[in-house]
């Protein structure tokens, strides 16, 4: 762990973005900005929604990749800290806390 993690974690920079990248058009694009120290992004195994971890705010976004406004809902709070998220061979999402 970084020894400004502490700092990192409590802080109230909102400039995270959900980028999205074209395999065809080689163009990046923004489709989500306003996260709070993203820390994690998992898809599903249908690829129909992705997953954010979001450590600031202590909790997990969800993304439906079918929309056109990409607007999140919040999948989970957590009791502490989300560091990564990841997606196992049965589909279910694993979230490593952290105790800040």
């Given amino acids: ?3 400004y993690a502490d ?3 409590k802080s ?4 995270g973005r959900l980028l999205k990248y074209d ?4 163009n990046t694009s ?3 900005t306003g996260l709070m120290f993203p820390n994690g992004v998992a898809l599903n195994k249908n690829h129909s929604f ?13 993304f439906y990749l079918g929309a056109n406004n990409f607007e ?15 997606m196992n061979d049965k589909g279910e999402f694993w979230v490593a806390l952290n105790a800040g």
């Fill in 7 to 9: 700092f990192l974690s």
């Fill in 23 to 26: 395999l065809h058009t080689k």
């Fill in 1 to 3: 762990m970084c020894r």
């Fill in 50 to 62: 992705l997953l954010v971890a979001e450590t600031t705010r202590r909790r997990i976004l969800k």
């Fill in 72 to 86: 999140p809902e919040v999948f989970a709070e957590l009791p502490r800290v989300p560091d990564n998220i990841k």
């Fill in 12 to 15: 109230t920079d909102n400039s």
């Fill in 30 to 32: 923004v489709i989500y």
